[in-house]
């Protein structure tokens, strides 16, 4: 078993990955708790070597800066590693200690963000983020008749016979495709909030955890998406629990450059004109938004809008309380349009 480990890590032999008799749903993972004898070294730009107890000396693509280990790299140190097992195969995470400096408080300009209808996200400064489909037309072809191959082959299974060798390939090749789905979405995700991140202080969003709203493909209860096109299936599906991460990363990277993340409650921000204030179901057509007060007038994209009365929402909080700190507090605060 070890012996086969040492064939598969050495990339000169053509030992393939060794096989287990059993598959299991869990993740195989092998922990190494003590950096002391992991002696990592870089051999060239792309590859770097550890020595992992009972398996040796094994190669491994270098994918980012180590601390303690690449020159010039950040601040800290290694404090031990894991070996994953993930759909492309086993990947090595490193465990560091890093010396993060303090971060200074920085306001900056104030930023809402509304989860758009037909983009991602839809910024009150009037531009959006949006990305393209995660898999590429080829790639959606080849993932529905695997999906259908597995599907045909589970039916012509017969009872309490465990999965073919042939099926259980089949599942590996669609959890491939749906890690690489998943893995360009996390990717898209990283550099647009560390973008944010660099360029608003406060960033306002949604607390959509107490606004119970329900997202439907047909757009929200609130705001019903009217001939809009939806991003169908698998799209749909990753876009589900990309929101709470988006809000998570905004959170630390914000924070890291002593920004903040204000989450707000904020019902009615789509029928409310950001401008007079005033609110009526009415105003808003698809994704277009005409105030009906004859006095005001705005018109303009309606997620614009939205994204705007989010971060007055806060605002309102923060100058009424006279510091950011107390922003936090907004979170209880009723919404007004400014
Ligand atoms: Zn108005």
């Known amino acids: 078993m070890t012996q086969a480990w040492a064939n598969f890590f050495d990339p000169g032999h053509p030992a393939g990955r060794p096989s287990f008799k059993s598959r299991s749903r869990s993740r195989p993972a ?33 994918t980012r800066d180590l601390p303690g280990v690449t020159r010039g790299g950040p601040a800290g140190r290694i404090t031990g590693a894991r070996l994953v097992k993930d759909a492309f195969g086993w990947q090595i995470v490193f465990r560091a200690e890093r010396q993060v400096p303090a971060p200074v408080a920085r306001p900056g300009p104030g930023l809402g963000i509304d989860r758009g209808i037909t983009v991602a996200l839809v910024l009150s400064d009037g531009t959006t983020r949006d990305h393209g489909e995660w898999l590429t037309s080829g790639e959606k072809e ?21 999965a073919s060798r042939r099926l259980a390939r089949t599942y590996d090749r669609i959890a491939r495709l749906r890690a690489t789905a998943k893995r360009r979405a996390v990717d898209w995700q990283h550099q647009t909030t560390t973008e944010l991140a660099r360029t608003f202080g406060v960033v306002v969003v949604e607390d959509l955890t107490i606004t119970n709203m329900v ?63 005033h609110r009526d179901p009415a105003a808003r057509d698809g994704t ?44 209880r605060q009723p919404p007004r349009a400014a």
């Open 30 to 62: 092998v922990d190494v708790p003590q950096a002391r004898d992991l002696n990592i070294t870089r051999l060239s730009r792309r590859w770097g070597a550890v020595n992992l107890p009972k398996v040796g000396r094994v190669r491994f693509r270098w």
């Open 215 to 277: 997202r439907t493909a047909k757009g929200t209860i609130e705001r019903p998406g009217r001939n809009v096109r939806q991003k169908a299936g698998l799209n749909r599906a990753i876009t589900g629990q990309a929101w709470g991460r988006t809000v998570t990363l905004l959170e630390y990277k914000t924070r890291d450059r002593g920004g903040l993340v204000v989450k707000v409650p904020a019902p009615g921000t789509s029928q409310t004109c950001h401008r007079c204030g």
């Open 142 to 162: 080849h993932l529905r008749r695997l999906e259908k191959t597995s599907a045909r082959r589970r039916a012509a299974r017969p009872p309490g016979q465990r």
């Open 288 to 331: 277009r938004f005409s105030c009906v007060n004859p006095a005001c007038g705005w018109a303009g994209h309606a997620d614009t809008n939205a994204a705007i009365n989010i971060r007055n929402a806060a605002g309102t909080a923060v100058s009424g309380r006279g510091d950011l700190g107390a922003a936090r507090s907004a979170k």
